[in-house]
Structure formats: structure tokens, C-alpha cells
């Protein structure tokens, strides 16, 4: 009760001081504390006209700092109330929203904060989603994603520079939330336009800063679609990440940057493969196993890092037989297995099974497919000795036991792998 108490008197504390700023945003900003993580105050704010007042407070003749101000709190209402999310999440106010952006007289704060309304609409919100695309939000903020940064003027330094960045970034993250919880395969569609300019970004600037938000982007565009994922391969989408992870693997080592950059790229790299057996093939070419690899054994990782190396590691094994060979090559599998002969998480144990077990798997096939070949060879040179006749005979045995003596040999040694798997397993 003392909380919709509290909501009624800021909200008149701000229809009567629209004079003044500094009460203005205070008020604003309690009416945020008020609601946070107090679901019932969120509803009463809702119920009481609050949204709509600060809704008509943003279309009315009023500083842009208030504007500005009022567009945060609706954006930070969305989000930490459901009930007020559901409220705002109109086609019509989406189209408001976007007025804002394309105006050439609104700040760029008012852009941002326009946006970051946005992100809150569509974040975890399918009917967001769809909005944002029947609006005509997607072109502008496809344009924003193209033209507000130019990779020749990157500059964290430069305060002007820093603003592009925060209105660059927040498009990213609203382009990220409605291809993705819950996967949408239009939007989707849609962003992957987005996705050469996005890999011509990476080789321009390999920052943190760009990056990181990128490879997020293009792992989400392209996750569970396959036509995406493969027009991206087939562009040479993969091969960029596969060049850039080679890049920060040589000096991930170096500092932490590099090190988060590197897992960036890996997860991006990880979502292109998921059943794209071009893209196993790309990865292979690429030599992006025994990099994983590099990258797994530093021990300024965390868990979760180490997880995400994992699973990208599995899924290379899995769409190329090629990339269990490297695995193999490079003693991925002890090295698999050490990183994590101390782990904690059920979850990792899991990947370390699956990885391991894609191994036996492959190195079962590879056992069948090489009793085949030697048992084709044998009843070839037997057939050649029934024709030549007994004058062969000898000649022809030589031959066939070189090749029973080779096949034992490499039955052997991928019997003693298959093996050893269950060992490891164990370990793990």
C-alpha cells in the first residue's frame, strides 16, 4: 500500500515540476526503485495511468532531457515488469517510437534511449518481436547498424565516438533480442542481410567492443537456420571468424581481452556448424581444432568459458570426421580431460561424454569401413589366383598376407583407442 502511495505522489511531483529537470529525473528515477522487483507496484503504476502519462509526457512539448528521461523509465518498466512490457507492446506505439529515432532534430541521447525502449519491448517477447517487423522498425534500425559507426573513425577515446558506440551497441542488442528468446526464423531472415557488413566490421576492428556484441549478433541470426547458416558459410562468413579466432589464439595468451574476444568467436563459429557439414569442412580447412584446443588449456578461463570451448570443439567433431582427426593429432582427447579432471559443474562432465563419445563412435565407423576395405582387397587377390591358376599361387599369397599384416595393425590400434575411451570416460 505505502508503494502505490508512493507512485501517486512522484507522479504528480512530475506533472507539476515539468520546469524543472532535477526533480523531474529524481521523480523518475524513484518511480523505477519503487517498482523494482515489486511486481504489484509495477501493476498499480500500470493501472493508475502511470504509463500513459509518461508516454503523453514523452509526445508533448517538453525539453528533450525529459524526454529522454521519461523514455528510460518506460524502457526500465518493460523490463522489470511483465504487466508493463504487455501495456506498451503496441503496434502503434512502436511507430512512435520510431519517430524519435528518425528524427534528424532528436539528440542522439533520445535515439539511444528510443532504442533501448525498444530492446525492452522485444526482449523475451514474441509479440515484440512481430511488432518491431510489421512497424518498419527493421530498416531503420538496419541502417543505424550499418551507418552509425565507420570502423576508419574508431576511437574510444573521442567522447563523440563513445555516443556513436552506445547508439551502435543498443541496435545491436535490440537486433539480437528479436531474432532470439524465442528464436525467430523472419526476423532472422531479415538481420541476415546485416551479416556481411557485420564479418566486414571484425576484420576492420578487433576491439572488444565491436566484437563481442557481432559475434553475438551473428551467432543468434544464424542459430537453428540452416538456410542462414549456409549462405553465410558459402559467402565466406565462416571463413572470417575461422581467420580471426587464428588471429587471437596466437595471442590469447597475452592478455584477458584477447582471451574473452577468442570465446566470442568460438561460440560464433560454434553456432554457424550446428549440422552445417560445409561448415565442418570450412572449420577443418581452417585448422580451428587444434586452436580450440590452445585456447582451453589457459588458465585464465572460467567454467563457463571452458564449457563454451567444449561444446564448440563437440560440434566440429560431430559435421566433419576431418576435425576428430585433428582432435586426435593434437592429444585432444587427454587434453579435454585434464582441463577438467577437477570440474565441478554436471554440465561439463556432459560435454566432456559427448565429445569423447562422438570419438568411439567415429573411430567404430572408421574400424568397420577399414574391415571392409581389407576383406575386398583379400577376396580380390584370391579371385586373381583362381584365374592365373596354381603357376600364382605363391607369387600372389605374399601380397595378401602384407595386407592382412597391415590391417591387423590398424585394426589394432583403433580397437586399442576404442578402448582406451572407456577409461577416460571414466576419468571424466
Not at 4 to 24: A, H, K, S, Y
Amino acid at each position: 500500500m505505502q508503494a502505490d502511495i508512493d507512485l501517486d505522489i512522484l507522479l504528480q511531483r512530475i506533472e507539476q515540476n515539468l520546469d524543472n529537470f532535477p526533480v523531474v529525473k529524481h521523480s523518475l528515477l524513484s518511480i523505477i526503485s519503487v517498482c523494482q522487483g515489486n511486481i504489484s507496484a509495477g501493476v498499480h503504476f500500470e493501472y493508475m495511468g502511470g504509463l500513459k502519462s509518461l508516454h503523453n509526457l514523452v509526445k508533448s512539448d517538453v525539453p528533450s532531457m525529459i524526454k529522454e528521461a521519461a523514455l528510460y523509465t518506460l524502457g526500465s518498466l518493460a523490463d522489470i515488469n511483465a504487466v508493463c512490457q504487455k501495456s506498451l507492446c503496441t503496434a502503434k506505439y512502436f511507430k512512435e517510437i520510431m519517430t524519435f529515432i528518425v528524427d534528424k532534430n532528436s539528440s542522439m541521447k533520445l535515439q539511444i534511449m528510443s532504442v533501448c525502449l525498444l530492446l525492452a519491448l522485444v526482449s523475451k517477447n514474441e509479440t515484440g518481436q512481430i511488432f518491431l517487423r510489421e512497424s518498419g522498425c527493421f530498416p531503420v534500425l538496419q541502417n543505424l547498424f550499418r551507418v552509425t559507426i565507420v570502423t576508419s573513425e574508431i576511437d574510444f577515446s573521442d567522447e563523440t565516438f563513445k555516443r556513436k558506440h552506445h547508439l551502435w551497441y543498443a541496435v545491436c542488442n535490440t537486433l539480437c533480442a528479436a531474432v532470439s528468446c524465442p528464436r525467430n526464423e523472419e526476423n532472422q531472415n531479415i538481420c541476415s542481410s546485416l551479416l556481411p557488413h557485420a564479418w566486414a566490421m571484425l576484420e576492420a576492428s578487433l576491439t572488444p567492443e565491436i566484437l563481442c556484441p557481432i559475434c553475438l549478433f551473428i551467432g543468434v541470426t544464424v542459430t537453428g537456420n540452416t538456410s542462414v547458416q549456409k549462405s553465410f558459410t558459402f559467402r565466406g562468413g565462416l571463413d572470417v571468424l575461422a581467420d580471426i579466432l587464428t588471429k587471437l589464439a596466437g595471442v590469447s595468451h597475452l592478455n584477458i581481452s584477447n582471451v574473452k574476444m577468442a570465446v566470442a568467436v568460438t561460440n560464433a563459429i560454434g553456432a554457424c556448424i550446428v549440422d552445417n557439414g560445409l561448415g565442418g569442412i570450412v572449420v577443418a580447412k581452417h585448422q580451428v581444432v587444434p586452436k580450440l584446443l590452445t585456447l582451453l588449456v589457459l588458465e585464465t578461463l572460467n567454467s563457463e568459458e571452458k564449457a563454451s570451448i567444449l561444446v564448440t570443439l563437440g560440434r566440429c567433431i560431430e559435421t566433419c570426421g576431418e576435425n576428430l582427426n585433428l582432435l586426435l593429432q593434437n592429444n585432444g582427447i587427454k587434453l579435454i580431460v585434464d582441463s577438467f579432471s577437477e570440474a565441478q559443474y554436471e554440465v561439463i562432465s556432459n560435454i566432456i561424454i559427448i565429445v569423447m563419445l562422438n570419438s568411439k563412435i567415429f573411430a567404430e565407423k572408421l574400424l568397420g569401413k577399414f574391415f571392409a576395405y581389407v576383406s575386398q582387397g583379400i577376396s580380390a587377390l584370391e579371385n586373381q589366383s583362381k584365374v592365373g591358376g596354381d603357376s600364382k599361387k605363391t607369387k600372389d599369397t605374399l601380397p595378401k598376407e602384407q595386407l592382412q599384416k597391415k590391417g591387423n595393425k590398424v585394426c589394432l590400434f583403433i580397437s586399442k583407442f576404442i578402448n582406451l575411451l572407456p577409461k577416460l570416460l571414466g576419468k571424466a
